[in-house]
Every structure is written in structure tokens, then in C-alpha cells.
Nanobody, 126 residues
């Protein structure tokens, strides 16, 4: 099991930026693919972005493509989500998740992940 801790959330005005971090508890983080998901009140959890274990492949939800960038630093056991051009509809709890990655695979369904963080709140005001 990998313990994940998200940070970097907060309150920002529409059009602003935030950078979320997902830090892992152990050095084997480099064998894990990582995904970011979000959940707004009363809504289903939705996929945001994912990155393969070596960082070579990424994939985004259409709703964030061109605005959000996922990256990772396996030396620091951390994955980042840079969020630019934030909109009120981006308001949600953002969660990171990890699963052992195979080859250059990434994963965009929540059922494929077996390690989850507690989440960090992102609120975008209009």
C-alpha cells in the first residue's frame, strides 16, 4: 500500500491558477501510474488526468485539456497537477490515486486504482 497526501488546494478567482501536489510515502512510487480525480458535492467522482509511471505518457479529460498539466518527479515521490484558467465548474475535492503501472500504461477509471489520498479542496469563485 502506498499512502498518498494531496496538498495545494485553496480558494482562487476564476481565471487563476493552482498547483496541486500528491506526495507518496515510499520510494516505490516510481512503479505506480497516478491519476487525479475530482468530486463536487452531489456529483459522481470524475477523472481529471493521469500519468504513466515514468511520466512519458499523459491523458486528460476533455473538460481540462489545454488548461491542466500533470507531471511527476519520481526522485521526490511527487506528482503535480498544474491548473490554469480555472473556472467555477472546476470547484471540487481533488483526489490523487496510484496503482502499479505496467509499461507505459496510464489508467483513467477509478476502479483501476487501489491507493487513494484524502483529497484537497479547490474552490473557484466567479
Amino acid at each position: 500500500q502506498v499512502q498518498l497526501v494531496e496538498s495545494g488546494g485553496g480558494l482562487v478567482q476564476a481565471g487563476g491558477s493552482l498547483r496541486l501536489s500528491c506526495s507518496a510515502s515510499e520510494g516505490t512510487f516510481s512503479i505506480h501510474a497516478v491519476g487525479w480525480f475530482r468530486q463536487a458535492p452531489g456529483k459522481e467522482r470524475e477523472f481529471v488526468a493521469t500519468i504513466s509511471k515514468n511520466g512519458g505518457r499523459t491523458y486528460y479529460a476533455e473538460s481540462v485539456k489545454g488548461r491542466f498539466t500533470i507531471s511527476r518527479d519520481n526522485v521526490k515521490n511527487t506528482v503535480y497537477l498544474q491548473m490554469n484558467g480555472l473556472k467555477p465548474e472546476d470547484t471540487a475535492v481533488y483526489l490523487c490515486a496510484a496503482t502499479i503501472g505496467y509499461g507505459t500504461n496510464y489508467y483513467y477509471t477509478s476502479s483501476e486504482y487501489d491507493n487513494w489520498g484524502q483529497g484537497t479542496q479547490v474552490t473557484v469563485s466567479s
